[in-house]
């Protein structure tokens, strides 16, 4: 299993510029999340979803858009990118049988 | 709303010595799980050691225990033997149990530093 893939590793992006983070699970996990981590800081929740077509939103939602159409892929999706979005995103995954949450590598957006 | 606070931002021990790295928290809920991250310069969150708050016995990982009082609402973990490896931010995080599973709240984190 690869886990939870995240793409792409870094990325640069101008003010008002648009892009889709990737993620996905090969661990026919229902449940899906996407954080980001601000430096210094722990990471807080920006969306989550408990299965394919159902989304929510976490602690700092605003500025961003998920879609959930299959179990595997979660994408996260900037638009009219921001300076304040500059930070590291992680997607993560757990099980209906779990609370554990498997991260994956993680994405450093800079927006300048 | 669960908060959860990291008082200490960095710590440094020598290698093979023990450390203890502080965190609290707060909130109305009585059932939850509490959790310690570690996050290597790699940037890969690896779950260290996860406690069940309705459990008394507090959690053991190999060189990992934690101290768990849930009425101060106290977490600590103790890494015993620290190893160079260990160098890392480590992070603090709780989870409300709603239904079938929940989202975590983390602390700042702390950045611990072996020396050899």
């Known amino acids: 299993n690869a886990g939870v893939t995240q793409t792409p590793k870094f990325r640069i992006l101008k003010i008002g510029q648009s892009m889709t983070l990737q993620c996905a699970q090969d661990?026919?996990?229902?449940?899906m999340y996407w954080y980001r981590q601000d430096p210094g800081m722990g990471l807080k929740l920006i969306y989550y979803s408990v299965g394919a077509g159902i989304t929510d939103k976490g602690e700092v939602p605003n500025g961003y858009n998920v879609s959930r159409s299959t179990t595997e892929d979660f994408p996260l999706r900037l638009e009219l990118a921001a300076p304040s979005q500059t930070s590291v995103y992680f997607c993560?995954?757990?099980?209906?049988?779990?609370?554990?949450?498997?991260f994956g590598p993680g994405t450093r957006l800079t927006v300048t | 709303a669960q908060t959860v606070t990291q008082s200490q931002p960095e710590m440094s021990v020598q290698e093979a010595e023990t450390v203890t790295l502080s965190c609290t928290y707060d909130?109305?809920?009585?059932?939850?799980?509490l959790f310690w991250y570690k996050q290597p310069p790699s940037r890969q969150m690896i779950l260290v050691i996860r406690q069940e708050a309705y459990k008394q016995q507090n959690a053991t990982e190999n060189r990992f225990s934690v101290n768990f009082q849930k009425a101060a609402k106290s977490f600590s973990l103790k890494i015993s033997d620290s190893q160079l490896g260990d160098t890392a931010m480590y992070f603090c995080a709780f989870m409300k149990l709603t239904g079938a599973n929940s989202k975590l709240t983390f602390g700042k984190g702390i950045t611990l530093s072996v020396r050899p």
């Open positions: 661990m026919n996990h229902n449940y």
């Open positions: 993560a995954s757990s099980g209906d049988d779990s609370y554990e949450q498997y």
């Open positions: 909130t109305s809920e009585s059932n939850y799980y």
